[in-house]
């Protein structure tokens, strides 16, 4: 007997209803008729979708709730002064705590794959670090972190990042990341880029860069150029927000979206907290998105990431990923049937080949993590953004959200 068996279940892209069976955690048949089958636990999907658990492609956990102790920020140079001074109180202790109290609002969501970038630098040493390499033990079977060693302050301008990167990823951190427009000149950009591609190769880790948040950067270009001189494989390589590809004339935004897919490099979009940090623009102000249905046409791989949750970058933010890809598509302007299809394969599919899962999607020989949602089609996920009913980890039920029915107001005859 299967030890879970989910019926009538909807798949993106496919046509009709299937029945999953899933033996000792991973998914062991997929058929469209009705299977005959039985289950230890039976869910009726009841013709809803059933996706591959949600994968969140880029947040920063070591800076959650933090806007609950600092002041408020009126704009992300300011952002980045506040959190610069909370991160000298950084304790082991105090990180896990803020980290603790999010992680349920994830599971709950069916976020159970994670990529957060952690700071490195001489103020936040090693602790953020630590504090996540310890959870990601304690949560291991029930959420999967990937930990990007972030050198927010700079890998020239801080003293101790360089260092402290390479110690990060001896201890366990998984990725390498990096923010140019941190250092002191447009010169020290490239050079950042240098390092951390040098370190990546070294260590043999892939490389997630924050590029040009600002407006103004001009990094991509050679993030993407070194990324095919130095033959870092397809997939290994992702730039963060790419703000200012939204600024450049259409030529150049050309050339660097070419060189972007030259290199396969994926991209991630930010915009619930870019939207809310502002930028330096006058009015008309940008929406602190890169190009995104460029991007999309030029067959980028493209996800949207949180990137903050109450800190001082933003106030708000929800690991909802419906939610969030509803968002998306309207800093996007999303709105066809393709694009509201792809908006549900970016939290799940495109920021799987992001953090290079392995076993992820709904087919025999996957892991059985996925959710069963509870709306049938791709636009009504989005529309309602209503929690998965089911969140399935490793075959076991982590989460039932249940919905009452409710009788719908009928308007006086
Ligand atoms: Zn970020």
Request: glycine share 8%; aromatic share 6%.
């Amino acid at each position: 007997m299967a030890d879970l068996l989910v019926r009538r279940a909807r798949l993106l892209g496919k046509d009709g209803l299937f029945d999953i069976v899933v033996e000792k955690g991973e998914i062991s048949k997929v058929a469209k008729s009705e299977i005959q089958e039985r289950g230890k636990e039976v869910i009726d999907a009841e013709g809803n979708l059933v996706l591959p658990s949600f994968v969140e492609p880029h947040v920063h956990l070591d800076k959650v709730l933090l806007a609950e102790e600092t002041r408020e920020a009126s704009s992300i140079s300011e952002a980045r002064e506040i959190v610069k001074e909370a991160k000298k109180k950084f304790t082991v202790s105090g990180v896990s705590k803020r980290i603790e109290k999010v992680i349920p609002l994830a599971i709950e969501n069916g976020v159970t794959k994670i990529r957060s970038h952690v700071d490195v630098d001489e103020y936040a040493k090693l602790v953020s670090v630590e504090a996540l390499l310890s959870l990601k033990k304690k949560y291991s079977g029930i959420v999967d972190f990937q930990i990007v060693a972030f050198p927010q302050e700079g890998l020239l301008k801080d003293s101790e990042s360089l260092e402290l990167l390479r110690k990060a990823l001896d201890m366990g951190a998984d990725v390498v990341g990096g923010l140019p427009e941190a250092e002191l000149s447009q010169d020290d950009s490239k050079r950042h880029v240098d390092h951390a591609i040098a370190i990546a190769i070294e260590a043999g880790r892939d490389i997630d860069m924050h590029c040009d948040v600002l407006p103004f950067g001009k990094v991509t270009e050679y993030f993407a150029s070194e990324v095919i001189r130095k033959g870092i494989e397809a997939g290994r390589a992702t730039a963060d927000h790419l703000i200012a590809l939204s600024y450049y004339d259409d030529y150049y935004a050309s050339k660097v979206i070419g060189l972007l897919k030259m290199a396969g490099i994926n991209v991630i979009s930010n915009p619930c907290t870019m939207m809310t940090s502002g930028n330096l623009d006058r009015p008309p102000r940008g929406r602190g998105v890169t190009r995104i249905k460029e991007l999309l046409k030029a067959g980028v791989n493209l996800a949207f990431g949180l990137d903050n949750l109450v800190d001082p970058y933003n106030p708000f933010g929800d690991f909802n990923a419906l939610l969030n890809g509803w968002f998306f598509a309207y800093a996007g302007q999303l709105n066809s049937s393709s694009e509201i299809e792809s908006l549900l394969e970016m939290p799940t599919l495109s920021s799987a080949r992001i953090l290079r899962l392995k076993g992820y999607g709904i087919e025999p020989g996957s892991k059985a993590d996925f959710n069963v949602m509870n709306s049938k089609d791709p636009r009504s996920a989005l529309r309602f953004h209503q929690k998965p009913r089911y969140v399935i980890e490793n075959g076991n039920i982590l989460v039932e959200n249940r919905y009452e029915i409710t009788n719908h107001y009928e308007l006086p005859s």
